[in-house]
């Protein structure tokens, strides 16, 4: 079935620096992909969607200058936390949509983001 | 029984006994719905998928009901185990904007 790699597994920064999150299919080519944030006890929010080869589609509230979204290829989607301070710490997941026989939704096993 | 936490309402029940979750979705409009499980720090496990145009699709041990008259999902696991212990989220495909919006998710907790 449709298999999605998100990268790194976790990873702990300094306040004010960026880091870069990927998300890429492995077996397929996704046009969309989503960033999904969740804090812990919660549900999944979504954050945006990754449209390949466009500007990806924010949803309300979310800064979209704060969280960049690149999808240059149809395997590769980066979610990049900018000037990150500790109220960005989450679990940051990402999926694909997929279509034919695995048709729907594949998930990445998500990124502990802890900012200190 | 059920209670409402802080945050993720917890479901209780004995090992062996079958587990009911349930699920208020928002959108009249959304046409696919998929029931996830989630074990602590790892990302979102499909377990069963229903399209509106079905009302009950059956897998191995689990059951998803759908009434889109009062936009109501259940998840229904059978002779629940240990191994089923997690949370669990239902989510909903919403038409047009073709995207997934969660819901609040239940923890499911096994009593030996």
């Known amino acids: 079935g449709a298999v999605v790699s998100q990268h790194p597994s976790w990873v702990i920064c300094k306040s004010g620096t960026s880091v870069k999150i990927e998300c890429r299919s492995l077996?397929?080519?996704?046009?969309?992909m989503f960033w999904y944030r969740q804090f812990p006890k919660q549900s999944l929010m979504l954050m945006a969607t990754?449209?390949?080869?466009?500007?990806?589609?924010?949803e309300q509230g979310v800064e979209k200058d704060k969280f960049l979204i690149n999808h240059a290829s149809l395997t590769l989607s980066t979610l990049t936390v900018t000037s990150a301070h500790p109220e960005d710490s989450s679990f940051y997941i990402c999926?694909?949509?997929?279509?034919?026989?695995?048709?729907?939704?594949?998930f990445g096993s998500g990124t502990r983001l802890t900012v200190v | 029984g059920e209670s409402v936490g802080l945050h993720l309402p917890t479901l209780s029940v004995q090992e062996g006994d079958n587990s009911i979750i349930n699920c208020a979705y928002s959108?009249?409009?959304?046409?696919?719905f998929i029931w996830y499980k989630q074990e602590s720090g790892k990302g979102p496990q499909f377990i069963i998928d229903?399209?509106?145009?079905?009302d009950k699709r059956q897998g191995q041990r689990v059951t998803v009901l759908l009434n889109k008259t009062v936009k109501h999902l259940s998840l229904q696991i059978a002779a629940t185990q240990p191994g089923d212990s997690a949370v669990y989220f239902c989510?909903?495909?919403?038409?047009?904007?073709?995207?997934?919006?969660f819901g609040q998710g239940t923890r499911l907790t096994i009593n030996p």
């Open positions: 989510a909903e495909n919403i038409q047009g904007a073709q995207k997934l919006v």
């Open positions: 959108n009249s409009a959304s046409d696919y």
């Open positions: 077996d397929f080519q996704a046009t969309t």
């Open positions: 999926s694909a949509r997929t279509w034919g026989k695995d048709y729907g939704y594949t």
């Open positions: 229903i399209r509106s145009n079905m």
């Open positions: 990754s449209n390949e080869g466009s500007k990806a589609t924010y």
